[in-house]
């Protein structure tokens, strides 16, 4: 099976950049998605990332693909309050089944 | 305009008695999923339909049924919940092509096993 690691937690100061990083382990994978979690709250798509792309921009948010390390990372500039949540890192396999990372608790403090 | 319905929002249950979550979709995809999701963990995977064909996780418990009715509306039945049971249930849905293949989550059922 597939494996999708980040790590568990990111504090940033309001305002500026953050940055959290992915590693997964299909090289099959064809997408790899960034969804957000705000607390009892569904899973919001955020944005992803075709697997033959370097990198993808969306207002506020950058994704950037390493595939030959298999790396994946969101940043997200000019961080407000409102991005305090649950980021998820997946991939999508052959099977079109998504793999999720445990998730990275970001705080936004002031 | 909401996508991916999901009622209740919050489910209270008693240990044993058979609770339905209902999930519904306004995109037309062919895909629903079904997920449960402890506290501070990622999403479980339970079960999809592909249109009518139900695929079944081999790890998810006989505890847990799902119905799908038509395109629009897919069921999860759990017939007799125990405490572990509790977490939020999540549905979504896909389209499974090309970038359709992206998953669109409902907002959850809480479910809570008294």
């Known amino acids: 099976g597939e494996d999708v690691e980040q790590s568990l937690f990111l504090s940033v100061r309001e305002g500026d950049s953050s940055v959290i990083n992915c590693t997964y382990t299909d090289s099959s994978s064809t997408y790899l998605y960034w969804y957000k979690q705000e607390p009892g709250a569904g899973l919001q798509l955020l944005t992803y990332i075709f697997s033959n792309m370097d990198m993808k921009q969306d207002q506020r948010l950058t994704v950037l693909l390493n595939k030959k390390d298999k790396h994946l990372s969101l940043r997200i500039a000019d961080t407000q309050t409102g991005d305090s949540a649950i980021y998820f890192c997946?991939?999508?396999?052959?099977?079109?089944?998504?793999?999720f990372g445990a998730g990275t608790t970001v705080t936004v403090r002031a | 305009d909401a996508m991916v319905i999901q009622n209740p929002r919050y489910q209270v249950t008693q240990f044993g008695k058979p609770v339905t979550l209902s999930c519904s979709q306004t995109?037309?995809?062919?895909?629903m999923y079904w997920y449960q999701q402890k506290s501070s963990q990622a999403p479980k995977l339970l079960f999809h339909y592909y249109d009518k064909d139900f695929n079944n996780e081999a790890d998810t418990p006989d505890n847990f049924q799902s119905r799908r009715p038509n395109t629009s509306f897919c069921f999860l039945d759990i017939r007799s919940p125990g405490l572990g049971d509790a977490a939020m249930y999540l549905c979504a849905t896909s389209g499974r092509q090309g970038a359709m293949n992206t998953q669109y989550f409902g907002p959850g059922t809480r479910l809570t096993v008294l």
């Open positions: 995109l037309n995809h062919n895909v």
């Open positions: 997946a991939e999508l396999g052959n099977d079109y089944k998504l793999s």
